[in-house]
T-cell receptor, first 114, second 109 residues
């Protein structure tokens, strides 16, 4: 069966520090991978998605970046965090060539910038 | 631009009191409408996909229906463990789903 792993579960970082969040998927190949952010009381905001190794599409201009160094690995990074980067970050995957059969989400990372 | 509006924002029910959550949408070429359940501090959990008007799907006490403009998530005789935020999303021609802000459901024993 397919599983998705996301870590860490919680993270407290000072303003201006770097960030690296990792997401891996098991039990499938060539998944579509996504990074979402969910702010308190707001909907899910798509940050990045990837349909293959090295292929990254950005939905929102910001100080975050994403990379996909391996087929089932998706990394969210920042060189310098801002207070506004606080939120709940979710990784998700689905299968099929850009056909959405429903996402499977990771357990999320609660990021607090202080 | 695809849009999804969920109502109400919050809903409080007594155990056993049936009700419905609404998801109104506008989309260019609906490819699918999705319902998710999200517990506090966790990622959303996939519930249903509906593809065309008139379609219905059920899972335990939940039943999702779809028309050309909206979807309903009916909750029959809810239990406290049904308390969660329910998210609706639509996917059109852009291949990227658009999510609503969700309905927070609390079921009191």
């Amino acid at each position: 069966s397919q599983t998705i792993h996301q870590w860490p579960a919680t993270l407290v970082q000072p303003v201006g520090s770097p960030l690296s969040l990792e997401c891996t998927v098991e039990g499938t190949s060539n998944p579509n991978l996504y990074w979402y952010r969910q702010a308190a009381g707001r909907g899910l905001q798509l940050l990045f998605y990837s349909v293959g190794i090295g292929q990254i599409s950005s939905e929102v201009p910001q100080n975050l970046s994403a990379s996909r160094p391996q087929d089932r690995q998706f990394i969210l990074s920042s060189k310098k965090l801002l207070l506004s980067d606080s939120g709940f970050y979710l990784c998700a995957w689905n299968g099929g060539a850009l056909i959405n059969y429903g996402y499977t989400f990771g357990s999320g990372t609660r990021l607090t910038i202080v | 631009e695809d849009q999804v509006t969920q109502s109400p924002e919050a809903l409080r029910l007594q155990e056993g009191e049936s009700s419905s959550l609404n998801c109104s949408y506008t989309v260019s070429g609906l490819r699918g409408l999705f319902w998710y359940r999200q517990d506090p501090g966790k990622g959303p959990e996939f519930l249903f996909t509906l593809y065309s008007a008139g379609e219905e799907k059920e899972k335990e006490r939940l039943k999702a229906t779809l028309t050309k403009k909206e979807s309903f998530l009916h909750i029959t005789a809810p239990k406290p463990e049904d308390s969660a935020t329910y998210l609706c999303a639509v996917q059109g021609g852009s291949y990227i789903p658009t999510f609503g802000r969700g309905t927070s459901l609390i079921v009191h024993p």
